[in-house]
């Protein structure tokens, strides 16, 4: 009788949650344009016009956008510096039955972009997650660079310390899969450079600039030949810059024959540090990569001389 009373409570306890849960309204997550707002789904206006509220990352700058498209919805703010009380505060209004909207400044919210919290805790209290697609500049870029697209991993942005980016670059060095970044203007310069040092100036790279919108360039080539191209013309910093590097090849880890015969000619005149730093200027290995080498050669050595 106890076992069958306690089923019932809990029963009857689910049941009102279960009702409760009925009566709460949405979340859309919606992808915007990266530039070109005719880029703009249908869907995406449609949404966005009907829900209740529209929680922006800048308030001012989606104006642009909902303006274009005649969208009156109230907006509030919701960005990477909100605070707890400002995701509580959009799951109550939620689970009164409201609907909301979240979208970031372009493309698609939480890519590099604030939200998280928001669609975790939304998640957690069972409430109705719903994604309207659209434009992403990592998948757009991808697309149209030509690199392998089977297996890719997207990092967002690097670091912005030199020895944490550094750090960055050395884990996903030997990674057997396309990388993807994203970068500021004002720093991709010097995250090509700390590519070239650790990943090699020969290893394949796409950059794509300002794209849909009207200056924007795509360049396709080796991070050696995307250095110079950058260096001669620092115009080509300027706006949204996606960085897609070519995955590590099979034989990536492997120096090439006279690469090695290079370092080993070195070797015989100074040590396997120097040797290594002189043999990547020549060659554009990886230095790190030169050294492993430059190590093992001197190790093979000694056991022949010991045989």
């Known amino acids: 009788m106890n ?19 009925a009566d709460f309204g949405i979340l859309y997550v919606v992808s915007t344009p990266i530039g070109n707002l005719a880029d703009m789904t249908p869907r995406a206006v449609t949404i966005l016009d009907q829900v209740d509220i529209i929680a922006c990352e800048d308030t001012r700058s989606s104006k642009t956008l909902l303006n274009r498209f005649d969208i009156k919805t109230k907006c509030l703010s919701y960005h990477e510096h909100s605070d707890e009380r400002a995701t509580d505060v959009i799951m109550e209004k939620i689970q009164k039955g409201e609907n909301i909207a979240l979208i970031s400044d372009a493309g698609t919210p939480l890519i590099s972009d604030p939200g998280f919290k928001l669609v975790r805790k939304a998640r957690a209290l069972g409430i109705s997650i719903i994604p ?3 434009s992403c500049a990592a998948i757009s870029a991808l697309s149209v660079s030509g690199l392998n697209t089977d297996a890719f991993l997207f990092k967002g942005f690097l670091p912005r310390k030199r020895e944490d980016r550094k750090n960055t670059l050395e884990q996903i060095r030997d990674y057997q899969h396309t990388i993807i970044f994203y970068e500021s203007p004002h720093r991709v310069l010097e995250s090509i450079k700390d590519m070239k040092l650790i990943l090699g100036n020969k290893r ?3 950059m794509a600039r300002e794209m849909t919108k009207l200056f924007e360039t795509y360049f396709s080539g080796t991070i050696g030949e995307l250095t110079e191209f950058i260096e001669k013309d620092p115009s080509n910093t300027k706006g949204e810059i996606v960085l897609i590097v070519e995955k590590c090849g099979e034989d990536a880890t492997k120096l ?15 040590s396997s540090s ?23 050669l001197l190790e093979n050595d000694k056991q022949t001389d010991s045989q």
Do not use: C, V, W
């Not at 076992?3 to 849960?21: G, R, T």
């Not at 090439?256 to 100074?270: A, F, G, P, Q, T």
């Open 274 to 296: 120097k040797a290594a730093s002189i043999a990547a200027k020549i060659t554009g290995e990886n230095k790190k990569l030169l050294y492993k080498e430059a190590i093992m």
């Open 204 to 206: 394949k790279i796409f």
């Open 256 to 270: 090439k024959k006279d690469h090695r015969r290079i370092l080993k000619l070195l070797l015989s005149e100074m």
């Open 132 to 134: 309207i697609p659209g």
């Open 3 to 21: 076992i069958a009373h306690k089923a019932n409570k809990q029963y009857k306890l689910l049941e009102y949650i279960f009702l409760k849960m």
